[in-house]
C-alpha cells in the first residue's frame, strides 16, 4: 500500500488541520531546504505553538538557518550506550521526550533543535552513537504522549535516501522543494515518489528561487500537478546565508520569509 | 567501479552527490584530482572545509569557488580555505539561465565569463 503522490492547492482547505504540523523538507542539493526549514520551524513557534527542528543532514545547514550559529556537534552523545554485541541504543530512562527535554538546543523563539551531528573526517564513525540515538528518538516522537502536540520540522540530506530508508517517520507530509530547472525538478518528482511510498503521507512542492509567475507555471507544467506554495528569489536570503546568519534575523520582512509565513498558515489548514 | 575502470580511459569525470558521503569510499589511488566546489556562504564553506580535508588524504585537491560576485565574496574563500589550489568561477548568469532550460552552458553561451573559467580550469587539467 502506498501514500498519496498529491499535491494540494493552496485553497484546497479551510478547515483546520486536527493535529500539529509534522514535515519533512526534501529536495535537491541546493534547493533551499535548510532556509525553508528553520524559517517554518521559527515561524510555527511564533504561532505559539512547541516547535521541535530535527536536522538530519551530516552537513551543516539547519542550525545556521534557526539563528542558533553553525553548531556540528553530536547532541545525543551522551543518550545513547553500545550493546555487548556492537548495538546502540538508548540509553535506560531515555526515551524521545526526555531526549528532547535534555539534549536539544534551545533556539529563538524557543525552537528545540535535536541533530545527530555532523560528519568528521573519518565519516560518521566517531558520532554513530548520537546518530543511532537521534534514528530511534525520531521513531518514537509518534506514540510520546507529551510530545503529541509539537510540531516537528525535519530538514532531511539532499536526495531520496532517508525518505526511502524511513528517517522521518514522524511526518505525514514531505514538502518537495523545487527550483525551477530541469535537474531540480526531476529530482523533485523522483524523491516526491520514494518519500510517499509510506501509508498515509502526503508529498507537496514548494516552488523556490522563483522569478515571478511564468517560473511556477514552468514548474508545475513540467511536474503535472500544481505547486503548494511558491517562495521568491530572494536577495535576501544569499545576503543571510552568505553571512551565516538566519534570514528570519537578518531581514524579517522581505518577500522570501513573507512567503514561507503564508506556507506555514497554508500547513496549519491544510 | 572507479577502480576497475582507472586505465582503461584518457579521461573520467565522476560527478559525486552532495555532501561527502561518496568522497569517504573513495580510495586513495582512484583519482588523479579531487574538485570540490563550494559558494561564499557560510554553510557551503563549511561542506568544503570538511570535503577538502577528507579528499586531501586521498588525492590532490582544486577548490572551486563557484559563483563568486565581488573580491569580497573572493577573500572569504581564500580565507576559508587557504592551502588549497584555488580556481574562481564567477556569478554567471548564463549558466542560469541553461540550468531553467535544461541545456549545456557551454552550448548557451560558450563566451560567457563563467563557462570560459570552467573551461579554462578544464585545460589546466588537461595539462
Known sequence: MSGTLIIAHPVRSAALRVGPVRIAIVGKGGAGKSVISGTAARLLARRGGKVLALDSDPMPGLAISLGLGPLTEPFLEGAAEQSDDGRWRLRKGIGAARAVQRFAKVGPDGVRLLQFGKATPE???PIM?????????????????VLREWNVVGDLP???????????????TFLVVVEPTWKSILSARRIARIATSRAGTVAL????????????????????????????????????DRRGAAVIDETPACPAVTAIARLVDQLMRA | MLGELRGKRDLLICDLEAGVGTLLRLQPDQADRVLVVTEPTSKSIEVARRAASIA?????????????????????????LPHYDLVLVPEEPAIVSADRQGLAPIDVDPQAPGVLAIVELGRRLMN
Do not use: M
Open chain 1, 158 to 172: 539532499a536526495g531520496p535516501r532517508q525518505a526511502a530508508f524511513d528517517w522521518a517517520p514522524y511526518a505525514d
Open chain 1, 129 to 145: 552513537g548520537s546518530l543511532n540515538a537521534f534514528f530511534q528518538v525520531t521513531h518514537r516522537l509518534a506514540t510520546t504522549g
Open chain 1, 205 to 240: 512542492f514548494v516552488a523556490n528561487k522563483v522569478h515571478g509567475s511564468s517560473d511556477v507555471k514552468l514548474i508545475e507544467d513540467r511536474l503535472g500537478t500544481a505547486a503548494f506554495g511558491a517562495v521568491p528569489a530572494d536577495p535576501a536570503v544569499i545576503e543571510a
Open chain 1, 123 to 125: 565519516g560518521l564513525g
Open chain 2, 56 to 80: 586531501s588524504e586521498r588525492s590532490t585537491v582544486t577548490v572551486v569557488a563557484n559563483r563568486i560576485r565581488s573580491e569580497e565574496d573572493e577573500s572569504i574563500i581564500k580565507s576559508a
